[in-house]
């Protein structure tokens, strides 16, 4: 019997994966698809990914440094960039965050998981999870057929139309987003993110995903949890999801002992605390996404500047002087 079985391999199940196997647990996670594909990310993360891959890695999987952001209120052609042809601009001097290869980025973190120990199978769909007194009975479909696997615990790492989260009963994420990946082939060179607010016309080609936003009140069944995109362990104003479900599956590996059913409440407890202030202060900047124009232009312009934010935590957003400038236009 394995002490965990996770479905779904990417940062969230992953991680958890590498965390539990270096505390010596018994992991198998099962992938349904090939690990990383089909791309459906930005891949626009803040520094701190490099603190949860090989160094050696790094070189691979940088794409590019972003040193802030532009935030355009009517679009790329409209009224507002006659009015200000940059736009707002939020910057710094050091960058605040990368783009990185996504694929290559879940490739990385399943390869840390079995070099931590834990057995990764991918092409295994689970299609059914029990629980029950002695431990869950996971069923998947994979190349040989179907098997069924015994684990102490499951843990759902499978995205946000969870599979586990259904079977056992856990209630859904408040909102579950249509996110839509454009592709330009236009050069582009520079080091900043255009944020549009009214979103521009393009084609090319897309890509389209489920963004959750707003954790369900439960996130733990009997012996059962979740993690990452399945427990909706989102930034509420990007959908943004990798930093906070890797740092979400640290917590999971840390509190829950797969023998004591118990310590799963510890765990819902402890990443709700992990992750609270920076989701709630989320919620409220999402909120001036959907404030009149007048105000949204009045905010942009009073905050507009050099920026002390950390990507991941919007409780750093607010740099000295921005406060100055939120105090006297308040
Ligand atoms: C268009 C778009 C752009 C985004 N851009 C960014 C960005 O720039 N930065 C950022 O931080 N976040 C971004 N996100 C969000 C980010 O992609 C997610 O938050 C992140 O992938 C969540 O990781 P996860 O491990 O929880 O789930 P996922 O990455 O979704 O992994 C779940 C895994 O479970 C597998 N699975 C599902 N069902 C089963 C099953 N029944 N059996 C077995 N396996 C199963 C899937 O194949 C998948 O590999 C974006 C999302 C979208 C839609």
Redesign the pocket.
């Known amino acids: 019997m394995y002490d965990f079985v996770v479905?779904?391999?990417?940062?969230?199940?992953s991680r958890f994966s590498r965390s539990a196997s270096e505390r010596g647990r018994d992991v198998l996670v099962?992938?349904?698809?090939e690990?990383g594909r089909p791309l459906?990310?930005?891949?626009?993360?803040s520094l701190d990914v490099w603190e949860f891959v090989p160094d050696d890695a790094r070189p691979e999987l940088f794409q590019n440094d972003v040193y802030g952001a532009r935030f355009h209120l009517e679009g790329a052609t409209g009224a507002d960039r006659r009015e200000a042809p940059d736009g707002y601009t939020f910057y710094k001097d050091q960058p605040v965050s990368n783009a990185i290869d996504r694929v290559g980025l879940?490739e990385t973190l399943a390869e840390c998981a079995a070099d931590a120990g834990a057995e990764v199978r991918d092409g295994?769909?689970?299609?059914r999870v029990e629980e029950d007194s002695g431990g869950v009975r996971v069923t998947?479909r994979g190349p040989d057929g179907t098997e069924t696997f015994r684990g102490r615990m499951v843990v759902g790492?499978?995205?946000?139309r969870?599979?586990v989260r259904e079977a056992v009963g856990l209630p859904e994420p408040d909102e579950l987003l249509h996110?839509?990946?454009g592709f330009d082939d236009a050069p582009d060179h520079r080091d900043h993110v255009d944020v549009h607010l009214t979103v521009p016309r393009f084609f090319a080609w897309r890509?389209?995903?489920?963004?959750p936003i707003g954790p369900p009140d439960r996130t733990v069944g009997r012996r059962s949890l979740l993690?990452?995109?399945?427990a909706a362990q989102?930034k509420p104003f990007?959908?943004?999801?990798?930093?906070y479900?890797m740092r979400a599956a640290d917590v999971a590996a840390r509190e829950v002992d797969p023998r004591q059913p118990a310590t799963l409440d510890d765990y819902e407890q402890a990443w709700r605390a992990e992750l609270r202030r920076d989701q709630r202060l989320g919620h409220l900047i999402r909120a001036g996404y959907s404030m009149p124009r007048p105000v949204q232009k009045a905010g942009l312009r009073a905050f507009s500047g050099e920026i002390g934010v950390h990507m991941d935590r919007p409780t750093s957003v607010f740099s000295k002087a921005q406060l100055r400038a939120l105090l006297s236009w308040g």
């Not at 295994?124 to 299609?127: D, G, N, P």
Request: net charge negative; proline share 4%.
């Open positions: 479905v779904g391999a990417g940062p969230a199940g099962l992938e349904s698809g690990v459906a990310c930005s891949g626009h993360v879940d295994h769909t689970v299609t998947a790492a499978d995205g946000p969870s599979k996110g839509v990946l890509i389209s995903g489920a963004i993690v990452g995109d399945a989102t990007t959908g943004g999801g990798i930093l479900g």
